[in-house]
């Protein structure tokens, strides 16, 4: 069975949040390439490995110790994963949601893999 690549990719759980801007980040890059076949689950490590370099994401261990400043709702998603890592947002993502895509388009087109 395939995974949500939603909520998790490459066995690392993600926040909501993450999940579904890598929902809407795959959309809008489909939608700038038409003709071009591209799956979830390329885009979305492409797209991590990217946000991860730029520090708008970053993994938490719940096994290991929660970071200071976490929120209470994201800290209970990462103990209720049982120990299973999780890609959880920045504020600075939170604030460039709306054009975080357009700015990291031109990056992202390297690492894409796309499909015959």
Known sequence: MKDD??????G??????????L??????IRAQNPGKKLTNLDFCRSAIAQLGKLNLIYK?????????????????????????PMWV?????????STIW???SPSLKGGIVWQP
Do not use: C, W
């Open 60 to 84: 938490i261990e719940a096994r290991v110790v929660l970071p200071r400043g976490l929120d209470d709702r994201t800290a209970r998603l990462a103990k209720r994963q049982r120990g299973t």
């Open 23 to 28: 929902y809407n980040g795959v959309s809008e």
């Open 89 to 97: 947002l920045t504020d600075q993502l939170a604030d460039k949601s």
């Open 12 to 21: 690392i759980r993600l926040h909501p949040f993450v999940g579904l801007m």
């Open 102 to 104: 357009s700015e990291l």
């Open 5 to 10: 690549t939603r909520r998790i990719i490459d």
